[in-house]
C-alpha cells in the first residue's frame, strides 16, 4: 500500500468519525427539518407520504461518506474541493426528494408487501452507491492517475518499491 492510500484511509476514517458523530448530535434533525422544508416548497405534502418517509430517512446519512471522501481527497485543489461538495450535495439531496416519490409510488402500487420490497431494492442500491459515483466523478483525474499509475520496479530481492 502506497503512503499516499494510506493517509487517504487514515484521514477518511477521521473524516467520518467526525461526521459521523456531528450527524448523531444534531445533523441528521437539522437536515430532517431542512428536508421537510424543501419538499414544502416544491409543494409536496410531507403528510401525504407518510409511509415512505420512515423507509427512505435512514439513507439520507449517504451525505457522510460522500463528505468524508471529498475532504479526504488528494490531488484536488480548495476550489475544486468546495465546488465538488456544493455540486455533490445538490445531487444527493435532489436525489433524496426522488427516492421519496420512487418510494411513495411503490408503496401506493404495491403496500407494504413483499412485491414492493423487491422492487425497492435496486433504489436503496443505487443511494448507497451514489454518493461513491459523484465522488469518484469529481475526483475523476486523482483516480485516473492513481489507476494509470505503473508499479514500482522489482528490485533484484524480490522486494517492490513503494
Not at 503512503?3 to 445533523?27: E, M, N, P, Y
Not at 476550489?79 to 426528494?97: D, E, K, P, Q, Y
Not at 448507497?128 to 466523478?137: E, F, G, M, N, Y
Request: hydrophobic fraction near 55%; aromatic fraction near 12%.
Amino acid at each position: 500500500m502506497t503512503r499516499a492510500l494510506a493517509i487517504f484511509i487514515l484521514k477518511l476514517a477521521l473524516a467520518s468519525a467526525a461526521l459521523f458523530a456531528l450527524w448523531v448530535w444534531q445533523g441528521e434533525a437539522v437536515y430532517a427539518r431542512f428536508y421537510g422544508a424543501l419538499l414544502r416548497a416544491l409543494s409536496l405534502d410531507p403528510s401525504s407520504m407518510r409511509d415512505a418517509i420512515p423507509i427512505i430517512t435512514p439513507r439520507f446519512y449517504n451525505i457522510i461518506p460522500f463528505l468524508s471522501l471529498i475532504l479526504s481527497m488528494w490531488g484536488i485543489s480548495a476550489r475544486r474541493r468546495i465546488l465538488g461538495s456544493t455540486i455533490g450535495l445538490a445531487i444527493l439531496i435532489a436525489w433524496h426528494v426522488v427516492f421519496l416519490m420512487i418510494v411513495q409510488s411503490i408503496i401506493d402500487t404495491h403496500q407494504l408487501g413483499p412485491g414492493a420490497y423487491k422492487r425497492l431494492s435496486p433504489w436503496f442500491l443505487l443511494s448507497d452507491v451514489l454518493p461513491w459515483l459523484v465522488w469518484a466523478l469529481i475526483c475523476q483525474r486523482p483516480l485516473s492517475d492513481l489507476i494509470r499509475r505503473k508499479p514500482a520496479p522489482v528490485k533484484k530481492t524480490g522486494e517492490r518499491r513503494g
